[in-house]
């Protein structure tokens, strides 16, 4: 859909084009299109590239009235990524840093008044925390750092303090079982744990 509401890449003198409101007339029509067939008790996410990062591109007062038209036909949470139009998905200059896409999802959650979803370097349970509780975005997504940790959400749980004698209480019971039985151990030895992988040497 993006490839639609660019200028950069949207060249069309039909009303699929030109204007902001043209190149959005294609994407909000599949977003009527599923809302219509999508059951009404389930939200409907709509992941866009809040910026192109590219001058003369899509910018984010672009995606603030985008996401206005989306909420008006029913859609409940912007995914608020960015760039890749041109060139690998990390070609455009867009600083990077932790949470480097937080921004983006805070201001069209604030001035487009819908939920939003945010991604971009959120790596740390307690970074993932920090942005909901200030308000920054109502869901965080963690794809590559689940790819990095499987058990990433069992891991946030532990960091925020599971209960004595439930600390794997959540973990599927084939390992549960058993990393439960081994905690006492672990904190009788002395000394730092070895790193197995270190972000350094990933």
């Known amino acids: 859909m993006h490839s639609f509401l660019s200028p950069i890449s949207n060249k069309r ?8 409101a043209g190149r959005m007339r294609f994407p909000l029509e599949i977003a ?8 009404a008790e389930k939200p409907l996410f709509v992941r866009i ?16 009235a985008f996401a206005r038209e989306l909420r008006a036909r029913g859609v409940d949470v912007i995914d608020c990524s960015s760039g890749g139009l041109t060139g690998s998905a990390t070609a455009a200059r867009i600083p990077r840093g932790y949470g480097f896409q937080l921004p983006f999802a805070a201001r069209i959650c604030s001035e487009a008044e819908i939920a939003t979803m945010a991604v971009g370097l959120i790596v740390h349970p307690q970074q993932a ?29 532990m ?22 039985r081994r905690e006492p151990g672990l904190r009788k030895l002395e000394g730092p744990p070895l790193p197995f992988r270190t972000r350094a040497n990933a």
């Open 129 to 157: 925390e920090d942005a909901l509780s200030e308000g920054a975005a109502d869901l965080i997504a963690i794809g590559r750092e689940a790819l990095f940790d499987p058990n990433w959400p069992l891991h946030a749980e």
């Open 159 to 180: 960091a925020f303090g599971a209960r004595e004698g439930e600390i794997y209480a959540s973990w599927p019971k084939q390992a549960g079982w058993w990393l439960e």
């Open 32 to 39: 009527e299109t599923v809302r219509a067939a999508w059951p």
């Open 49 to 64: 590239s809040s910026v192109d990062g590219l001058d003369g591109g899509w910018t984010i007062e672009d995606s603030v």
């Open 13 to 20: 003198d039909d009303k699929y084009g030109g204007e902001r």
